[in-house]
Nanobody, 117 residues
């Protein structure tokens, strides 16, 4: 199993910044993909950004140019730097870890991000 512990959510004003972190532990194998998804009330969960263990990234269209995903493989930790936050970024953000060889898919417990004045 893989355990994921998220941190860094909170309340921020429009135009502000937040940095989310997610630390993975347990049976970690490469190659893998770590990512952030978000779910706003009444909406489907959507991909925010993902990064492979090799460093390839993918950012959703709605966050390109504002959010940046990165990872520290030595610490099995993924980060999401969120700048120029908008009220529509308000959601619960979930960390995801996917192990390619075994198709293991794990989720974190979620962290609330609220963008409001």
């Amino acid at each position: 199993q893989v355990q994921l512990v998220e941190s860094g959510g909170g309340l921020v004003q429009p135009g502000g910044s937040l940095r989310l972190s997610c630390a993975a532990s347990g049976r970690i194998f490469t190659p893998n993909i770590m990512g952030w998804y978000r779910q706003a009330p009444g909406k489907q969960r959507e991909l925010v950004a993902s990064i492979t263990s090799g460093g390839s990234t993918n950012h959703g269209d709605s966050v390109k140019g504002r959010f940046t995903i990165s990872r520290d493989n030595a610490k099995n930790t993924v980060f999401l730097q969120m700048n120029s936050l908008k009220p529509e970024d308000t959601a619960v953000y979930y960390c995801n870890h996917y192990t390619l060889e075994f198709s293991w898919n794990y989720w974190g417990q979620g962290t609330q991000v609220t963008v409001s004045s």
